[in-house]
């Protein structure tokens, strides 16, 4: 099963700023998601990075707001820009091919002040 | 559109009792069904799986669920509980495209 390495752990930040996440995976993976999680709530997907492709957004998430950078198989970043306090969350990078189980990064808890 | 539905906000067991985690799925075409465990401060770990075959599914750390067609359930079980399991539980439908649903989750409390 792939380790996934997601950086930093948490941060508290200043509205208006932008912070870039990092997730490093120990082996090739295509599928890469980023979720945002409320603590001891159910996760809502970002966006599907998929190398060699744009990210794939989901409904009330932009790239404007939420770009993401895929540059090879085992990297990527989320950066959070221009930040409000409505963007404290967890945010969880994750892979896992088709029909196969997801794993998942221990999560960027964000606390915007 | 696929979803997944968990009735239960938290289940509370005694150790050494028998538990069910309950989860119960909508999905067009054959489901692609997973189990996760979240311990606090930790991204999601996968317990088990069902893509097809056997309608008892054994997985990690003693667990097992049971994939009803006809219920278009999965319930996620175990035979003796642990206060380690104490945890929060997913559980998650995958369609073709490798897209996740998961359910709200489900608090497990075993005490003592």
């Not at chain 1, 820009?81 to 088709?98: A, H, K, Q, T």
């Not at chain 2, 893509?51 to 067609?69: M, P, Q, R």
């Amino acid at each position: 099963s792939a380790v996934i390495s997601q950086k930093p752990s948490r941060d508290i930040c200043q509205r208006g700023t932008s912070l870039t996440i990092q997730c490093q995976v120990d082996s090739q993976v295509t599928m890469m998601f980023w979720y945002r999680q409320q603590p001891g709530q159910s996760l809502t997907l970002i966006a599907t990075a998929n190398q060699g492709s744009e990210a794939t957004y989901e409904s009330g998430f932009v790239i404007d707001k939420f770009p993401i950078s895929r540059p090879n198989l085992t990297f990527s970043t989320l950066t959070v820009s221009n930040m409000s306090p409505e963007d404290s969350s967890i945010y969880l990078c994750s892979v896992g091919n088709r029909n196969q189980p997801q794993h998942f990064g221990d999560g960027t808890r964000l606390s915007i002040l | 559109a696929q979803s997944v539905a968990q009735p239960e906000d938290q289940v509370n067991v005694a150790e050494g009792n028998p538990l069910t985690v309950k989860c119960t799925y909508s999905v067009s075409g054959n489901p692609y069904l997973f189990w996760y465990v979240q311990y606090p401060n930790r991204g999601l770990q996968f317990l088990l799986k069902y893509i097809t075959g056997d309608n008892l599914v054994k997985g990690s750390y003693g667990f097992e669920a049971e994939f009803n067609k006809s219920q278009t359930s999965f319930h996620l079980k175990k035979p003796s509980a642990l206060v380690s399991d104490s945890a929060l539980y997913f559980c998650a439908v995958r369609d073709g495209a490798g897209k996740s649903t998961f359910g709200d989750g489900t608090t497990l409390t075993v005490k003592p």
